[in-house]
């Protein structure tokens, strides 16, 4: 599985649990992540290339906690994503480098009753991501360059889209809830020291479940699935 994010820790807040539960199927899993999220954080002292520099860092150490060793970094300026033909030639060359069967993006559709969840450059991956996976990545004649780097075309047989108005599937992760708030406390610079995340989150995936029909207790987190077959 691919994992495609607009910033460092978009993966730990949307899907974490998730992830956690495919690596413990055996599920291999790398992300790809589009900007370098210099815009992030409050603290005005700190100098914008080393933020980027540390969120890189934060999401690495993140990654580890949920057994995530393949990450790329797009670099793109953070809070001016456009869904640009070079964007979806690079999120399309990291498609053909990992060849995932699965690939879970941003939604590229805004969400009224979420409003920070559809963050613009959240909306402008996801519209790369989807149009990467259909038809760029499939198709030879798209970004001819890449089969100058040896890159062939892949077929990604499903997207799934993390903040998506509509969840169509739902992942249990009552048993990785605690790898999630792990990975999620290593963003120091974005979550501090965490102080009421926790409840936050149950509650987030509390709701989720709740709205699947699942058991009393039960955490989860949904995505919108999208067949590309």
């Not at 559809?118 to 990545?137: F, I, R």
């Not at 903040?163 to 999620?184: G, I, M, Q």
């Not at 979550?191 to 409840?199: F, I, K, M, P, S």
């Not at 709205?211 to 995505?223: D, V, Y």
């Amino acid at each position: 599985m691919l994992v495609v994010t607009a910033h460092p820790d978009d993966v730990d807040f949307g899907a974490a649990g998730t992830v956690a539960a495919f690596r413990d199927a055996g599920v291999d899993v790398a992300y790809c992540v589009v900007t370098d999220g210099d815009a992030g954080g409050s603290d005005r002292s700190v100098a914008r290339a080393e933020m980027a520099r540390l969120r890189r860092e934060e999401q690495r150490a993140a990654a580890l906690e949920l057994d995530v060793r393949d990450i790329t970094f797009l670099g793109y300026p953070d809070g001016r994503l456009s869904a640009s033909i070079e964007l979806r030639r690079d999120v399309t060359r990291v498609i053909r480098r990992v060849r995932p069967q699965r690939v879970l993006a941003p939604s590229p559709e805004r969400r009224w009753d979420l409003i920070f969840a559809s963050h613009p450059d959240h909306l402008a991956a996801g519209e790369a991501a989807t149009c990467a996976v259909y038809p760029d990545a499939r198709n030879p004649f798209a970004h001819p360059e890449l089969l100058e780097e040896g890159l062939e075309p892949h077929t990604v047989g499903e997207l799934w889209l993390m903040a998506s108005p509509t969840a169509t599937v739902v992942v249990e992760t009552t048993d990785t809830f605690e790898r999630k708030l792990a990975a999620l406390r290593r963003h120091r610079s974005q979550v501090g020291d965490g102080e009421g995340l926790a409840e936050r989150l149950r509650s987030q995936g509390e709701r989720v479940a709740r709205e699947a029909g699942m058991r009393r207790g039960t955490l989860a987190e949904g995505f919108q699935k999208v067949r590309t077959g």
